[in-house]
């Protein structure tokens, strides 16, 4: 099994919807979250950090973690054609060698004009 | 302007043939990173560094090997390429601490044939 399961999609939306992104993982160590967006032959850019359980949010971009549950989001409001992306979520933990991070797979999100 | 690169972005080459994968960046930063990542994949951690002459292997198994004579300098070199080292490869850095955003470069995408 692994530590860090995300729907790899793809998922399709209008413009406009709200994009709903979850990851699930098993590690109970993990406290740091974060979401990172990859764009298509680029490398990933962060989006979202949160440190321990939660919300967070950045404009468009709200980040939760509920840590009870093992299970994190990432909404997307007022969504965009450039918003059309992977979205990667990572975890990593205090004890983790050199800060690692664990990433869940991705889910390819498609924003419709 | 602080970034992160690296070259080439994209390599076809035979089986046998000795490889270098160079990253760079001029953020200052101490650790530095080597991420495999399949398509549709999770990126996984194959090498990273604390600093000048500190190498470590990541959690996925690599016949790559790295070297960090220089801070802003962290290449990855396989000796003898094979198929199945057909993947793409990413370089992140990122400050010392407890937690850091690591910025990741563009990759490079290689082809063993």
């Known amino acids: 099994q692994k530590e860090v399961e995300q729907d790899p999609g793809p998922l399709s939306v209008p413009e406009g919807a709200i994009v709903s992104l979850n990851c699930t993982y098993s590690?109970?160590?993990?406290?740091?979250f974060m979401w990172y967006r990859q764009y298509s032959r680029k490398g990933p850019e962060l989006l979202m950090y949160?440190?321990?359980?939660g919300n967070k949010e950045d404009g468009r971009f709200t980040a939760q973690v509920d840590k009870s549950s093992k299970y994190i989001s990432l909404f997307i409001r007022d969504s965009q054609p450039s918003d059309s992306a992977t979205y990667l979520c990572?975890?990593?933990?205090?004890?983790?060698?050199?800060?690692?991070?664990?990433f869940g797979g991705g889910t390819r999100v498609l924003v419709k004009p | 302007e602080a970034d992160i690169y690296q070259t080439p972005r994209y390599l076809v080459i035979g089986t046998g043939k000795k490889i270098t994968l160079e990253c760079s960046q001029t953020?200052?930063?101490?650790?530095m990173y080597w991420y495999q990542q399949d398509p549709g994949m999770e990126l996984h951690l194959i090498h990273y560094s604390y600093g000048v002459n500190s190498t470590e292997k990541g959690d996925l198994s690599s016949e790559s090997t790295v070297s960090r004579i220089r801070t802003e300098h962290f290449p990855l070199t396989l000796e003898s390429a094979r198929p199945s080292h057909t993947s793409q490869y990413l370089c992140?850095?990122?400050?010392?601490?407890?937690?850091?955003?690591?910025?990741f470069g563009p990759g490079t995408r290689l082809t063993v044939l």
């Open positions: 990572a975890m990593s933990s205090i004890k983790a060698a050199g800060n690692k991070l664990t």
């Open positions: 949160t440190y321990s359980s």
């Open positions: 590690n109970s160590a993990f406290q740091y």
């Open positions: 953020m200052g930063h101490d650790k």
């Open positions: 992140a850095s990122s400050e010392t601490g407890e937690y850091y955003e690591q910025f």
